[in-house]
């Protein structure tokens, strides 16, 4: 080992038994601790040995969090691996989707502890890869919330998503209707997850969008994280249940009704509509109003829920909820509509680079 303090030695010793865990025998990775070749610029430097003499020497990056920006963390690795002209092996307790990314469009190689593995290298050619856990797991030492089912967490999220960055944390609170100390929470996990990127004054500076939203429902929704969940059959149809919630309201549309109306003009759906899914104060009230009939979730054409943030609501008329939440409702509700949830996507990217998929990948 290097310079690592007692913390980092274990971030590498963690990361070395995720990749030493799909190494095939007689394959292995370990650390060198002789001085002889141990540059002490680095945390430490591993051997990568093999069958018949094959072998690679890499240098490791670890830390603790990834409290900086991702662009931030690609820099020090390119400046590493020029410094030890050998391959770079970045190290962590997790490793984030976005982060993962920007790694791997670098070439570098990475591992964490949870069992997220890239380890690409030319000579010997050796590729590997393992698939780690779908969030960080929770650091007790930390106060960031790494559970983004909350109230307070959702209206940060939204307002992540909706507001232009640069933008600091008290503003975003305001823009949310959080304290600034909730925000900070969900900060903490978002940058480490390299999800948010913020400059050294603490300013938001950049919102992956997708990965935002894709982070949200690994722990919100639709069904679950709504306190009053309730299924109907409309008996007449979708399109005459549509044209009554204007008799009924307030009611706020959701889902696929939603996603057509945020679609721009002349935009087809990719999917028939369904499923109609409602916000209401009281869905069996407003169920009663349409003349829907009670149903089970595999035959049910409409959804109804109380929300967990009755401030989403409007005061009078039909509104639509805002769009991350609609993505957010696409990506859960019954049937999970993957596809109009990639197509509400797309269209937001068009005019906000930061709905931008930055590999093009649907994860």
């Given at each position: 080992?290097?310079n690592s303090?007692s ?10 038994a995720?990749v030493?865990?799909?190494?095939p025998?007689p394959w292995?990775l370990?650390a ?6 141990v540059?002490?610029r680095?945390?430490?430097v591993?051997?990568?040995t ?8 890499l240098v ?8 900086v920006s991702?662009?931030?963390i ?8 020029r410094?030890a002209?050998l ?9 984030g989707?976005?982060l993962?990314?920007a790694?791997?469009?670098e070439g570098?190689s990475?591992?964490d502890?949870?069992g997220?593995v890239?380890l690409?290298l030319?000579?010997p050619p050796v590729?590997?890869?393992g698939q780690?856990a779908?969030k960080?797991p929770?650091d ?15 209206r940060?999220i939204?307002?992540?998503a909706s ?12 823009a ?5 100390g909730s ?11 390299g999800?948010?990127?913020?400059d ?7 919102v992956?969008?997708r ?10 929704s639709f069904?679950s994280t709504?306190?009053v969940?309730?299924?109907f059959?409309a008996?007449?149809?979708l399109p005459r249940?549509i ?7 307030p009611v ?7 996603a057509r ?9 990719v999917?028939p509509?369904r499923l109609?899914?409602l916000?209401?104060?009281?869905p069996?009230?407003?169920a009663?109003s349409?003349?829907?009939i009670d149903?089970?979730?595999?035959t049910?054409?409409v959804v ?5 943030d009755q ?5 009078d008329?039909?509104a639509v909820?805002?769009a991350p939440?609609v993505?957010a409702?696409l ?5 999970r509509a ?6 509400l996507?797309?269209?937001l990217?068009a005019t ?6 930055d590999?093009g990948?649907?994860s």
């Amino acid at each position: 080992m290097g310079n690592s303090t007692s913390r980092e030695t274990q971030v590498v010793v963690d990361a070395l038994a995720s990749v030493n865990a799909l190494l095939p025998a007689p394959w292995a990775l370990t650390a060198r601790t002789d001085a002889e070749t141990v540059d002490q610029r680095f945390d430490a430097v591993v051997d990568l040995t093999g069958p018949v003499g094959a072998s690679a020497r890499l240098v490791v990056e670890a830390k603790r969090s990834a409290s900086v920006s991702s662009a931030a963390i690609v820099s020090t690795l390119r400046d590493i691996g020029r410094a030890a002209a050998l391959p770079v092996l970045y190290a962590s307790p997790y490793i984030g989707p976005a982060l993962r990314k920007a790694l791997a469009a670098e070439g570098f190689s990475y591992a964490d502890a949870t069992g997220w593995v890239r380890l690409a290298l030319d000579d010997p050619p050796v590729v590997v890869t393992g698939q780690g856990a779908a969030k960080a797991p929770k650091d007790r030492a930390s106060s960031a919330v790494t559970r983004l089912n909350g109230v307070a967490a959702s209206r940060s999220i939204r307002a992540l998503a909706s507001t232009d960055a640069p933008v600091g944390v008290r503003e975003l609170a305001a823009a949310a209707g959080v304290s600034p100390g909730s925000v900070s929470k969900l900060l903490a996990t978002l940058v480490a997850e390299g999800i948010v990127e913020r400059d050294e004054a603490g300013k938001i500076t950049s919102v992956r969008r997708r990965d935002l939203i894709r982070r949200w429902t690994h722990d919100y929704s639709f069904p679950s994280t709504n306190p009053v969940v309730a299924y109907f059959i409309a008996p007449r149809g979708l399109p005459r249940a549509i044209d009554r919630l204007v008799d009924v309201a307030p009611v706020m549309l959701t889902g696929s009704a939603a996603a057509r109306t945020l679609l721009p003009d002349g935009a087809t759906p990719v999917a028939p509509m369904r499923l109609l899914a409602l916000y209401a104060t009281d869905p069996r009230d407003l169920a009663r109003s349409l003349g829907l009939i009670d149903a089970d979730p595999t035959t049910a054409n409409v959804v109804i829920a109380a929300p967990a943030d009755q401030r989403i609501l409007p005061d009078d008329g039909v509104a639509v909820a805002p769009a991350p939440l609609v993505v957010a409702d696409l990506l859960t509700l019954p049937g999970r509509a993957d596809a109009e949830a990639e197509q509400l996507m797309d269209s937001l990217e068009a005019t906000d680079p930061a709905w931008k998929d930055d590999d093009g990948s649907r994860s």
